[in-house]
């Protein structure tokens, strides 16, 4: 079993949708969680970060973090095309800049007009 | 935000070379440095984590004599692949990080190795 799971894509929504991303994890020694948006051929940006379980809201933005069923969700609201990217969750043990990140396989996410 | 560039951003090579990657921060001062390797459609996987003026970390299975990694400042860390192979063809991403809990991503390197 891998660490993290994250469920497959592609995702395609129409625009203004509501849209949700999930992972699942194993070690539960995780306690920071993060979302990443990578468009191609450009390295992953933070979204989001959060410290064990939760929810903390940005904008459009939503990230929830259940630690007892060791699993996370990034939610969009009012989807637009410019989030069309791949989405990517990343996890560590401890915070710090200098923790390492365990990666999802990210899912690819497109928005129609 | 803080800005990490990668040199070259696109590189191809014949088999039996070395390639050499320069990960730069550019507006601040990275204590430590990580390099990913990225397939296809796959997640990224950590290769290795670096240290100013310290040998680098590499992760169980990632051959230390073949990526040669070097942070010699504060601002600068390369990673050399050395004799190339097909199957190193990627996509290299190396992060940065300071003093806060943010890594911050360069905008990667791909390898094609012919």
């Known amino acids: 079993q891998k660490e993290v799971e994250q469920d497959p894509g592609p995702l395609s929504v129409p625009e203004g949708a509501i849209v949700s991303l999930n992972c699942t994890y194993s070690n539960s020694a995780f306690q920071y969680f993060m979302w990443y948006r990578q468009y191609s051929r450009k390295g992953p940006e933070l979204l989001m970060y959060?410290?064990?379980?939760g929810n903390k809201e940005d904008g459009r933005f939503t990230a929830q973090v259940d630690k007892s069923s060791k699993y996370i969700s990034l939610f969009i609201r009012d989807s637009q095309p410019s989030d069309s990217a791949t989405y990517l969750c990343a996890m560590s043990g401890r915070g710090g800049a200098n923790s390492k990140l365990t990666f999802g396989k990210g899912i690819t996410l497109s928005v129609r007009p | 935000g803080a800005v990490v560039s990668q040199h070259p951003s696109w590189v191809i090579c014949k088999s039996g070379t070395s390639v050499k990657i320069e990960c730069r921060s550019l507006d601040f001062q990275a204590t430590t440095m990580f390099w990913y390797r990225q397939f296809p459609k796959q997640s990224l996987m950590l290769m290795a984590t670096s240290n100013e003026g310290s040998k680098a970390t590499y992760e169980q299975g990632v051959e230390k004599d073949k990526f040669l990694i070097n942070h010699a400042s504060l601002t600068l860390s390369t990673l050399t692949v050395t004799s190339a192979h097909p199957e190193d063809s990627s996509f290299y991403i190396c992060?940065?990080?300071?003093?806060?809990?943010?890594?911050?991503f360069g905008p990667g390197t791909r390898l094609t190795v012919t």
């Open positions: 959060t410290y064990s379980s």
């Open positions: 992060s940065a990080s300071g003093i806060v809990y943010e890594q911050y």
